[in-house]
């Protein structure tokens, strides 16, 4: 079964798709001929990278999605007007621009990858759909089933999770079989059916419409016309599966211009050292809607990561790594980072992380060679962390900064608002707190939360609504309800916009005294028993504390992480002097008092600690 894999628009451009990376070797390591085709890339190079960038990077309605809707729906396409940019706010050249992609660009890039390859040589086309790919899909698979009916169409991805694959395989004539889930068993499986005329829908996690040939009392079959069988277990040992292969990413960028290849090394490679996550397996955070089937945690052995490593590096000619995992396995603290620093590994790393790591350990990723985290820190309120029930308090995101930037690590950070159960004060809370961390890295952006399907809001909000681009993509005859992945939440309980222009302000100001040069300071140096801060931070207050004594053991108390303010006092065995203290460095703000915790706010001045 010859099979082709394609990532459609808008896959971003920067990085190849470790989804058709890895069910190619898996296919092939099964015995099928298996080739993948960025065609992501193809409409970056002609529309340019800027622009794509420019849809593929926006969060909010669906526009790429929109510019691919009448190519997948033809006549039943809902917007040939333009009405969802009018909707949004999108006027001018940016409108036109969007406009001539959609009704220029987009056919012409549909013309180009229908002509432009040997699909009469090809038996299976397998499309992988996460957010914004699904109605660029759905048009390629639409013009190659027009001009080669016996081509098979295969869909999977997140955006085909459960329902949402469903309703878009009973409504969609080009959508052939679905997997939902994780495809590394299921995918092999359904060539092997084709292969020996089996039916694939047998194969578990795989869906088809029912055909006129199927028993009426079939097992399996629904009474919404679909043929499909329950999913498999998660797969369980992740070091059996083959490094993926990005050999076709890296020649199609090249042969089109996006990439020189003195630039491969630029490249951040994904890779995965983890599957689901052992934080969510205990404690869903609310807005959350990852692992949506498979939230069973999953783990490489180191071994087995760096033998990947070294052979992804070799094969594709760089040395930067991005973590698809959605949380860091504490065992590889012990295992994976200590042998990459200790085998003078000079890989650089992306990973996401849980934000209640300390010091110490933020040390151990720095040296294995983390460069880059984002440990969904989301809050500076322990309350608002709370609804969130993300399992840390305010105090430990605000010590992951200290020593993220301490040891030259980026975090890429957001704060959320917008959850049932929050006040006014949480967030006049954080607005006050801001001014004394301009020293540490700001968020990149802030916002109200989406509702997400599958996450714990999702299914405990009084009131939701696709949001409200859906109805501007796809036709009347598709269940919204279903098929969304995004919701408003119009229960009418959250607070007024109003409540967060404090902080909103109070953020702006963060960004802009972090971008001055030079950045804002606030550092401390001790030695035999003398404690001296030096602080930065506001323009024209510069200047120097010196504290010696117990007032500079109070604070020596809770430098390396956030420390009890009751084992202060025990440790120091002078209650009120401790609480007088901790309560005029935190006036100063040189300590963030976070209900019964103390975390200090100055970081280390000498480096390498």
Known sequence: MRTVLVAMPFLGVDRPSIQLGLLKAIGEAHGFPVGTLHANLDLAARTGVDFYRSVADARGPLLGDWLFAPAAFGAAA?????????????????????????DEDVPALLDDLVAGHPWDRVEVAGFSCTFQQTTASIALARRLKAAHPG??????????????????????????????????TAFPAVLRALRDGVDPAAVPGVARRVRASDVPKMIGREASGLVRTAAAPAHRDLDDLPPPDYREYFARAERLGLLAPAERREVWLPFESSRGCWWGAKHHCTFCGLNATTMSYRSKSAARVLAELDTLARRHRTLRFEAVDNILDMRHLTELFPALADGRHDYEFFYEVKANLTGEQLRTLARGGVTRLQPGLES??????????????????????????????????????????????????????????????????????????????????????????????????LDLDRLAYFFDDESGDALPDAAYAPLTAALDDWSAAWSREPRPALTYRAAAGALQIRDTRHPGGAGTYTFDGPIAEVYLSCVDRPTGVAAIRRRLGRPGLVDEVLAEFARRGLVFLDGSLAVALAVPEVPGR
Do not use: C
């Not at 333009?82 to 940016?94: P, S, V």
């Not at 869909?155 to 949402?164: K, L, P, Q």
């Not at 004060?425 to 968020?443: F, I, M």
């Open 380 to 477: 500076l309120s322990s309350h608002v962390l709370g609804l969130m029930d993300k399992g840390v308090r305010a105090a430990q995101n605000v010590n992951l900064l200290r020593w993220a930037g301490y040891y030259g690590i980026d975090v890429a950070w957001s704060i959320l608002w917008g959850f049932p159960g929050e006040t006014a004060e949480d967030y006049a809370g954080q607005a006050a707190l801001v001014p004394h961390l301009t020293h540490l890295q700001p968020p990149a952006d802030s916002g109200r939360i989406w509702l997400e399907r599958f996450s714990p809001l999702f299914r405990t909000v009084q009131k939701r609504s696709p949001e409200q681009s859906y109805r501007y993509v796809y036709p009347p005859d």
């Open 78 to 102: 809902p917007d040939p007007q333009g009405r969802l940019l009018d909707a949004i706010g999108i006027t001018g050249e940016r409108r036109e621009r969007l406009l001539r992609a959609r």
């Open 151 to 184: 081509l098979v169409t295969l869909f999977g991805g997140a955006g085909f999770d459960d329902e949402m694959g469903l309703e878009l395989l009973r409504r969609v004539e080009a959508i052939d079989l679905i997997v939902s889930g994780e495809a590394d």
